[in-house]
């Protein structure tokens, strides 16, 4: 795979492979983290840049490694554009991006999910092929390296503007030498204004710091007695510190003694000088001096030289303290999402119940650090077993962290567990509106398996088929149950389906990342697909059946299908 890079544009060859998906992908995460890209957007820009790129591998390049698919991403302004081109000449025209009406249906989740996160798509014709354009509105972007040299430029002009005195000269080193080794731009603004006062005649200084649409005084130090810390008022253009934020240039008062008690620039001393603190066009606050009519002159050829550096070096700290803030939340985020996995790990099963009436296995593989897949066996007061398999729609941290509370919320009603359907009517109705409003649904499955009567009781909330074989080892029975998925509609009581078991039956029970997984050709494995390999999977006994049905998988796509968790849970009645 060949990369091109620039400043604000990235170049990057992918062979037509689906091996080859991820190294984009974080190629195209390098690109934006090094642009300081807010970390909560990236897991959406990721799912869809997968989506595409996989289209254009599997419809545009057939999988065939010797074609290519070209893709460039460009960060403008707010605007984040990714290009991916791919050789082929497949038509989408009139591509439907509405969420299915059958959760179930092998195709259109992807459009969905592509059109909710991006806010503009288009698919183009080209000479090499098929270009498929998607748009994302995003902040500005900032480059650590371009910050530091703005820095150092701007250190250098003022150093160069400011250099008047010696003292001066020692003032401008000493906050220089603050700025890198002061992190709190707080202690910096304490320690810059203790040594301007050492160098200059300073009456009264106050610093209000820009939060929102609103100016919070910060720092207040001088003769004034009284208090204006954590003071918030708005910062509105018609007031003379909002003119100074509006316009980013610095303004005297005249009379301050004149304006109404309740402005924040009313003062006993007769002017005031405001200078803005501005970084990268952005006004972050201002500092007010204050001082009576007899020092003006001296006050504005001498002081406020310093002030304007202080104002300069201050909205750098911020800056700073901001970047530091970003990556601190990045390496954050990191930390939660190892912890998040190992959370969700913890809530699977890390024993299955074995006991004289039955014995049970399962396995959860998710596609990206977590994911939205779940299974739980949970032994009712010695007389049953409920069995539950789960899968929200999606994958990552939004997914898992439902998964994990429909966990709690099964586990909070295990007084209903010997009737399933009745268990997710309930937890339907918490469930709906929450789901709804997130445009997201649960499939799910539960069952309850009674040791006396063996027999099974399933019901299902739009979830994919389970797999009974009977111990005569007769061809597999598909179990449905009418039921649509948690999250849609309120559905009132789900189905109740009851089978009667015999020793040596086998009941088997899968998400639909096992069935749905597609070969080179797009060809997906699909519920008979599987069902056909179910003989050879029990073949070996229980406790190989996890591991032989993801080989099934494995196999029918040649071990490049990531695009989806698979999950699975093997019952074996004594």
């Known amino acids: 795979m060949s990369a ?38 990236w897991p959406q820009i990721e799912l869809v840049f997968c989506e595409a790129l996989n289209n254009a591998i599997e419809h545009g390049c057939n999988e065939d490694e010797s074609l290519s698919v070209r893709t460039l991403w460009k960060w403008e302004a707010e605007w984040l554009t990714i290009e991916i081109e791919d050789p082929g000449t497949w038509s989408a ?65 003022t150093t160069g503007d400011l250099n008047r005195s010696y003292a001066h000269a020692i003032v401008i080193q000493e906050l220089a030498t603050d700025l890198a080794a002061i992190p709190s731009p707080d202690d910096f603004i304490s320690k810059g204004v203790e040594r301007i006062r050492g160098a200059v005649d300073l009456p009264q200084i106050d610093i209000w710091l820009q939060e929102g649409t609103e100016l919070k005084n910060s720092f207040r130090n001088g003769s004034e007695t009284s208090e204006l810390s954590n003071t918030v008022v708005p910062s509105k253009a018609s007031t003379p510190y909002g003119a100074v934020l509006k316009e980013q240039c610095s303004h005297v008062i005249s009379d301050c003694s004149a304006l109404l008690n309740d402005d924040i620039m009313y003062s006993t001393f007769e002017c005031a000088y405001l200078e803005p603190i501005v970084y990268q066009n952005e006004s972050l606050g201002l500092i007010v001096i204050r001082y009576s009519k007899k020092d003006s002159a001296k006050i504005e050829s001498h002081t406020v030289d310093l002030i304007r550096v202080l104002a300069q070096f201050t909205a750098i700290a911020l800056a700073n303290a901001a970047t530091s803030n970003q990556r601190k939340e990045h390496e954050r985020t990191e930390t939660q999402l190892e912890v998040a996995s190992e959370i969700q790990r913890s809530l699977l099963p890390s024993k299955f119940p074995q006991n004289e009436h039955c014995r049970l296995t399962g396995k959860c593989v998710t596609a990206l650090a977590v994911g939205g897949d779940y299974i739980d066996a949970i032994e009712i007061r010695g007389q049953g077993l409920l069995l539950i398999i789960a899968d929200v729609m999606g994958k990552g941290v939004p997914a898992a962290l439902l998964a994990t509370i429909f966990r709690t919320a099964i586990r909070s009603r295990l007084n209903l567990a010997e009737t399933p359907g009745w268990l997710l009517s309930k937890i339907d109705e918490q469930f709906h509106e929450e789901l709804g409003h997130l445009n997201m649904f649960i499939t799910a499955q539960a069952a309850y398996f009674s040791y006396d009567k063996k027999t099974l009781k399933l019901s299902s909330a739009g979830h994919c088929p389970a797999f009974l074989m009977k111990g005569d080892n007769s061809s597999p029975e598909e179990l449905t149950a009418e039921g649509i998925p948690l999250g849609i509609n309120p559905a009132g009581i789900y189905e109740e389906r009851i089978m009667n078991l015999d020793t040596g039956d086998r009941v088997l029970f899968i998400t639909d990342g096992i069935y749905e997984t597609e070969n080179e050709a797009g060809e997906m494995l699909g519920i008979e697909g599987f069902s056909k390999h179910l003989p050879e999977i029990w073949n070996d006994g229980l406790d190989a059946v996890p591991d032989k049905a993801l080989a099934v998988v494995a196999n029918h796509s040649h071990g490049n299908d990531f695009q989806d968790d698979k999950t699975l849970m093997a019952l074996e009645v004594l």
């Open 4 to 41: 091109l890079k620039h400043e604000s544009i990235s170049l990057c060859e992918v062979p037509g492979s689906l091996r080859h998906v991820a190294e984009a992908a974080g190629l195209l995460q390098d690109f934006c983290e090094r642009r300081l890209i807010d970390p909560t957007l």
């Open 93 to 157: 025209n009139n591509i439907d991006a509405t969420l299915p009406e059958d959760p179930l249906e092998e195709s259109g989740r992807g459009c969905f999910i592509v059109e909710t996160v991006f806010d503009q798509t288009d698919h183009q014709s080209t000479e090499y092929g098929h270009k498929f354009v998607l748009k994302k509105q995003l902040h500005s972007p900032c480059s650590a390296v371009k910050k530091l040299q703005e820095t150092y430029e701007s250190l250098q002009s």
